[in-house]
């Protein structure tokens, strides 16, 4: 009897472990897919100019040099593109949190006329190609003496961004129970403490999701940026390298080097808060 | 309430660290917009700005570093706003489209004052010229090559080709398991532009406008070059078609590619990339048709526009340009991209601080055939004292680049091809 059941365990046992593969292999497969480039851009990063272009390439250096970091340190502003990008970003992000929280409670949560309508428009603009709007914006930009400034770009980012972060915020006001505001009510509190102190802190979740979309967002945008920023000082990122890649000529691994201290803020940021983007995302779509 | 409050600081904070827009950044101030991104151009750029500016000009020079890619459309937007820069680099093609903007002064004064001084090379001036009028200073041009390893063809017993059918067979023949004969680029851009266009300028068919403007490139000249490219093709890696300028250098480099064309930046990066002696790298004259052919190859020429609307600024600017050509300057200008930039003026290339630069040296023969190069070198648009003003419309749509991808990607023939190129562009200047 007990080796009966024994063999029955060690039966589901196998069965279970052989009905793992599947997702196992699919595990493996995505990593190599998603995590694959990101390894070649780090080690690509380590090698010297001979063997980076190498026809039957390397799969670890065999040329260990930090010379392109020490290219990419001293003889490109990359601590200032970095410094810019940080700055156009944090605030981009705190401006978007701001303005999408009070437009979206404002829309889904108090009884605003015509919010359905509102809200559509809302999210009809997000729908709109920004590469349409650069002469408008450039010309609406210098007339506010804002061409050449982080808070013209801010002020871009934040138009984009809000929209779509009001839509998100949707399903996270949604799941708080409205019988919450009446009984905030009944004890005394009136709509703007209501929201700050028993409404808020229960969509942290939600807020944490806009910040790290408005983040990314801010830290990837390229067309914007390129074409309302004029000076060197001023340029994030993505300008400052596209700019090192050059015409005519490839440094490639300064490109690698560039494109690797590029990724790390924003894998950093994912470390401590992706999960919570994710979950966000989908709560936002799906409530 | 906090979090309102820490937004608007925060974007106030920021508000601060702009300068004004270019052309209202300071009276006394010229902002110069250029191109040239890598790290060794912005630095000799910048450098020669700070040595200009401990002249204690009246109007000293702040230099701002754009990208090709967006500065088509970021000068639209700054010509709208009157925000333009007082200076901005250009190429021929490019010229068109800003003065098609509105912008643009002629710099005829200055041109005549540096042609008198220096003498000027007609293949770099002539583009520029348009109703008497130059809308342009030439600072420096670039002009293409067939770059070759010399280990490789010595391996495979093959001399350098002069001619097209001599390229296909070196090509061919170069051609094996782990190597391409020739690296080309196939891709969407300019790279693929010139490319073809040298091997049009050796087969005939440089000018592909009528003498009213209207595109004319549905001819036998055309065709025939065309068809090189298609066979050229063959026996370039299977990824050319995502090819631009690095990919096909860092073939040549790697030894993936025993051929290929492009300009004087394959110099600089050879020896180091290679792991060779620089002898191993060879140069020769773009190869003629056949048949009907020329010497020749696509050359540009890369020069100043003044767009200031300021009377006292556009002196100032042809100062600054004047300064840059001075024999003092003109060698550190030309030495921010060593091999690439190559001089305009007649005396230029004996420039003992533009000769004596270790990559020049190194490869001197190359250099000089470069210069020797330049003189049949010719620019779509602007052949024999042309000058069309729609030609940015089609540069800018690389339709002679797409025009290759219908052969090499759907498999368009020749003809077909060049007729499809011959819809395009016309109906892109209607």
């Known amino acids: 009897m007990t080796s009966l059941t024994a063999s029955r365990r060690s039966g589901r046992t196998l069965r279970h472990r052989l009905g793992a593969v599947p997702r196992v292999v699919a595990w493996i497969v995505l990593s190599v897919i998603v995590l694959g480039p990101l390894y070649w851009i780090t080690i690509s990063a380590f090698k010297g100019r001979e063997e980076i272009i190498r026809s039957t390439p390397t799969f670890w250096p ?226 | 309430m906090a979090l309102g409050t820490a937004a608007v600081l925060a974007l106030g904070a920021c508000s601060g660290g702009g300068t004004d827009g270019p052309d209202a950044g300071g009276d006394q101030e010229l902002v110069l917009w250029h191109m040239e991104g890598t790290p060794n151009r912005v630095a000799a750029f910048e450098s020669l700005a700070e040595k200009y500016n401990e002249t204690n000009p009246e109007y000293p020079v702040t230099v701002q570093v754009q990208d090709w890619d967006q500065v088509y459309t970021k000068v639209a937007g700054a010509a709208q706003s009157g925000k333009q820069p007082d200076i901005l680099f250009a190429i021929p093609d490019f010229a068109t489209y800003v003065r098609n903007l509105g912008l643009g002064q002629s710099v005829t004064d200055v041109v005549d004052s540096l042609e008198n001084e220096y003498g000027l090379i007609d293949a770099a001036k002539a583009p520029y010229q348009d109703d008497d009028e130059y809308w342009a200073v030439p600072l420096y041009g670039m002009v293409q090559m067939l770059w070759y390893r010399e280990d490789m063809l010595a391996a495979a017993g093959v001399e350098a080709p002069t001619t097209w059918s001599e390229l296909v067979d070196a090509a061919a023949a170069l051609t094996t398991d782990g190597t391409s004969g020739i690296a080309l680029p196939a891709g969407k851009n300019l790279a693929t532009d010139q490319v073809l266009y040298s091997l049009m300028v050796t087969g005939g068919g440089a000018n592909f406008f009528t003498e009213d403007g209207q595109v004319d490139i549905d001819t036998p000249e055309t065709v025939a070059a065309f068809d090189l490219y298609k066979e050229l093709l063959q026996y370039s890696p299977t990824d050319s078609a995502n090819y631009a300028w690095g990919e096909p250098q860092a073939a040549l480099n790697s030894g993936a590619a025993a051929m290929a064309i492009e300009k004087g930046q394959y110099l600089a990066p050879f020896a180091e990339e290679s792991g060779l002696d620089p002898s191993q790298l060879g140069c020769a004259p ?145």
């Open chain 1, 62 to 287: 065999e040329t260990f040099t930090l010379s392109n970091f020490e290219q990419l340190f001293m003889s490109t502003e990359y601590p200032v593109f970095l410094t810019n990008s940080i700055i156009v970003a944090v605030t981009t992000t705190v401006v978007t949190v701001f303005v999408s929280l009070a437009a979206a409670y404002g829309l889904y949560r108090l009884k605003v006329p015509g919010s359905g309508k509102i809200a559509g428009i809302v999210l009809l603009s997000y729908m709109i190609p920004g590469t349409l709007l650069i002469v408008p914006l450039y010309r609406t930009l210098a007339g506010l003496e804002l061409i050449d400034t982080h808070a013209g770009i801010v002020l871009v980012n934040v138009a984009f961004t809000a929209p779509f972060c009001t839509w998100l915020l949707r399903g996270f006001i949604f799941a708080v129970p409205r019988e919450i505001d009446e009984a905030a009510a009944i004890d005394g509190a009136g709509p703007t403490r209501t929201m700050l102190q028993i409404v808020l802190p229960l969509l942290l979740p939600g807020i944490a999701t806009v910040a790290v979309y408005s983040f990314v967002f801010s830290w990837t945008e390229f067309v914007f940026a390129s074409q309302f920023i004029v000076s060197d000082a001023l340029q994030t990122l993505p300008i400052g390298l596209s700019a090192i890649i050059g015409q005519y000529t490839v440094n490639w691994g300064l490109v690698m080097a560039g494109t690797l201290f590029t990724l790390l803020p924003t894998v950093v940021l994912f470390l401590f808060v992706g999960r919570y983007f994710v979950g966000g995302l989908i709560t936002g779509a799906t409530k």
């Open chain 2, 286 to 430: 773009i190869p003629v048709a056949d048949e009907g052919g020329e010497p020749g190859s696509i050359y540009y020429s890369n020069g100043a526009m003044v767009l200031s609307e300021d009377s006292a600024k556009q002196a100032a600017a042809g100062d600054f340009l004047e300064w840059l050509l001075e024999p003092d300057n003109y060698g550190d200008f030309l030495n921010a991209e060593p091999g690439l930039f190559l001089p305009v003026t007649s005396g230029g290339a004996e420039l003992e601080q533009w000769r004596s630069n270790e990559v020049l040296t190194t490869y001197a023969e190359c250099v000089d055939a470069m210069l020797k190069q330049s003189e049949t070198g010719e620019l779509f648009g602007f052949v024999d004292g042309q000058y069309i003003d729609a030609v940015g419309e089609i540069s800018g749509q690389n339709f002679l680049a797409q025009a290759i991808q219908q052969m090499h990607v759907n498999g368009m023939s020749a003809e077909e091809a060049t007729a499809w190129a011959q819809e395009q562009m016309q109906a892109a200047i209607d």
